[in-house]
């Protein structure tokens, strides 16, 4: 992995992944002083309450009962607790944690907004034929984005939800995976599909519902799956996939899997319950599993200043014992070598990685939401226009001779022309049948749901037009 790494200081450890272990960078814990007037309150002479950090060191046995180890008979402060997570060292003196660190965890990157790569950077080396496809696309991205919104507009599909502002996120990290790389989304990544093959064809299948659907129009516009793709189908349930690909990465575990799984998480889903859960037993269990929180400021309407006083999402990983990084979301090529060292790791130490990607949603949270409402239009232009992940990373192929004017308007003529042929396709396949809704869940039909069919052919007989004419019933 480390000869893939370009830099001028020649290091993959420079790439720094937050850790609770003593082998990685720690910051020490902040030590908030105790009120003298409580000191008086509890009989405690007045002292100065140290700032020195506490001790502690990971310990892997389980299942050992906890004792007092002394280590030293005239010193009563010396005294260790024995746990069977690890040793703790006893104090006299008391102290809290401070709720905030002395300085906000970095966000690494390593291009600038103008593409430009950022002096002593060090990233995974990305070839030229690489590069194109990443940047190709999320120009299919970008325009999908574009004539699938339309498209919902005109009334031609019901639902819609754009990656706008977020491509890089997901095609970087697509690209730093294998196809044997199981992934869990949430429902902002169809980047990743894009990456492994999936076509537009089956995106617009998918978003008009029709009979070349794989989830023959059960579920509503841009809930994608391929089981060819190693893409579990989205659940619009937030986060409820983070748990699931933690039991999944374990089973790649237990199999030896030369593989890991990742799944991704909004900064609204760093609010469930699922999520803490997950991460708990990933560490627990030590599963392969990376954990992308794409972190865009927005979930719907509720700001990430109404969703945690932390320092972020990066460092809840520290508190279940994960190895964490936070990444500009918006650098392709910074997203890439993060996930691919986090792959790296995931598989060849087995443990869970958290990445938080840094972005900002520049679209509406979907076509039922007005997001100039609640947020200043000159923000989402500012990010719109001045730091779109889009345009840096072609500034950054440009500047290596391997992209040009005439490459450009070749690939947004040919992503436009597929796309508009893909839509018009789709909407000539016929819808599945109305038997569908009731099938492959049963080998036989329980009774309640023979009668409910029976009673919706009923229905739709009798109001015909309050049901599509081109379901087959």
Known sequence: MINRFKS????????????????????????????????????????KFGNSPAHFRFCSRRFESGKVETLSDDVDANQVLDLPEGKVKFTPEMRFISETAKERESCYRVLDDNGKQIMCSNYAEVGPEVAVKMYTDMVVLQTMDIIFYEAQRQGRI???????????????????????????????????????????????????????????????????????????????????????????????KMDRKDACVVTYVGDGGTSEGDFHAALNFAAVTEAPVIFICRNNGWAISTPTSDQFRSDGV???????????????????????SAVYAAREMAISEQRPILIEALTYR?????????????????????????????????????????????????????????????????????????????????????????????RLRETIKRHPQDYPSDVPV
């Open 8 to 47: 001028k200081m020649g290091s993959l450890g420079l790439i720094h992944f937050s850790s609770w272990s003593s082998s990685f960078t720690r910051k020490s814990p902040v030590l908030v002083p105790f009120p003298a007037s409580l000191t008086q309150n509890l009989r405690i002479p007045e002292r």
């Open 158 to 252: 019901s639902f819609y939800l754009t990656t706008v502002g977020e491509e890089a996120i997901n095609i970087a990290s697509a690209a730093a995976l294998t196809l044997d790389d199981i992934v869990l989304p949430q429902y902002r990544e169809p980047g990743v599909l894009i990456w492994r093959g999936f076509t537009v064809q089956e995106f617009a299948n998918q978003c008009f519902s029709n009979k070349a659907d794989y989830g023959k129009g059960r579920q509503m516009p841009i809930h994608y799956g391929s089981n060819k793709h190693n893409y579990f189908t989205v659940a619009s349930t937030v986060a409820s996939q983070l748990p699931h690909a933690v039991g999944v990465a374990y089973s790649l």
């Open 314 to 336: 990066v460092v809840k990983g520290r508190a279940y014992g994960i190895r964490s990084i936070r990444v500009d979301g918006n650098d392709a090529l910074a997203m890439y």
């Open 362 to 454: 520049v679209g509406h949270h979907s076509t039922s939401d007005d997001s100039t409402k609640y947020r200043p239009v000159d923000e989402i232009e500012l990010w719109k226009v001045e730091r779109d992940p889009v345009t840096r990373f072609r500034k950054w192929i440009e500047r290596n001779g391997w992209w040009s004017g005439e490459a450009e308007i070749e690939a947004r003529n040919s992503a436009r022309k597929q796309i508009l042929h893909a839509i018009q396709e789709a909407e000539k396949v016929e819808k599945p049948p109305v038997a569908d809704i009731f099938t492959d869940v049963y080998d036989c039909l329980p009774s309640n749901l023979v009668e409910q069919e029976k």
